[in-house]
């Protein structure tokens, strides 16, 4: 069953609730724990559920590299995370998902969607480009990176590199806040499988005020913000045909 989760973002005095639905079959990690034991405790305990037949020294390995991330979580405020494991044409594949929410950088502030889209080009990493989701446009960028298994982790006792491709999608919101969603996976099998299922995670999320009133990234009530869309595409639609007219009259 599909499960629907929700954040919440403050900033500028404006207020967002951010959701979004999850597909069956994901494991999402531990995000609350009082202390370092506790966190500990949910992914032993997380690696009991889905490696049920593995030793409880293998059970450990895998929490403890899993719990070796969650610096990097928490610095790219990370407020959900969660992983599937699958056989896509009998290779066993496996994606990570997360939804972060960070400030939006200053420089983009005034043009935010294209402000993020050229902040990101300038990295020369992937390919990036514009989209425009139910909720609002969006920035989508879509590459490859290296990363590696800390050699306290691995049997060889040395650090072994892999290499990972992702989609990152970026929703500049009125209040200065970006929301990231980002789909990750070293199993290239599985990339079409994946990508597909992340598009629909992209697809469900949804934005609502204070009061529980959906509305779109500008804040604006969705009928509202659906009839503004349509002025705008009309208005450009008669700014394109007369440039047209007077090109040719010219």
């Not at 989760?5 to 403050?10: L, P, S």
């Not at 390995?61 to 599937?84: I, K, N, P, R």
Request: aromatic share 8%; glycine share 6%; proline share 6%.
């Amino acid at each position: 069953m599909s499960e629907t989760t929700e954040v919440a973002t403050a900033a500028d005095g404006e207020l967002f609730h951010v959701r979004w639905i999850m597909p069956e079959g994901f494991f999402e990690l531990p995000t609350e724990a009082e202390d370092i034991d506790e966190l500990a405790d949910k992914l032993i305990d997380l690696a009991k559920e889905i490696q049920p037949k593995s030793t409880p020294e293998m059970q450990y390995l895998w929490a403890a590299m899993v719990g070796s991330t969650y610096d990097e979580l928490v610095d790219a405020g990370v407020q959900y995370a969660g992983f599937v494991v699958t056989e896509v044409d009998d290779v066993r594949c496996t994606a990570h998902v997360s939804i972060a929410l960070a400030d939006l950088p200053d420089e983009a502030r005034f043009s935010p969607v294209e402000g993020t889209a050229r902040a990101l080009r300038a990295l020369g990493r992937g390919d990036v480009e514009e989209l425009s989701l139910p909720c609002g446009p969006a920035v989508s960028w879509i590459g490859s990176r290296r990363a590696a298994v800390d050699g306290s982790l691995t049997p060889s006792g040395e650090e072994e590199p892999f290499w990972s491709s992702f989609i990152n999608v970026q929703v500049p919101l009125s209040n200065g806040t970006v929301v990231v969603l980002e789909m990750s996976t070293p199993t290239m099998e599985g990339w079409d499988v994946f990508s597909s299922m992340f598009a629909g995670v992209c697809r469900s999320l949804q934005l609502f005020d204070a009061v529980g009133s959906p509305v779109d990234s500008k804040g604006r009530p969705i009928e509202i913000a659906e009839i503004a869309d349509a002025a705008e595409i009309a208005e450009t639609a008669e700014t394109a045909e007369a440039v047209e007219t007077a090109e040719t009259v010219k």
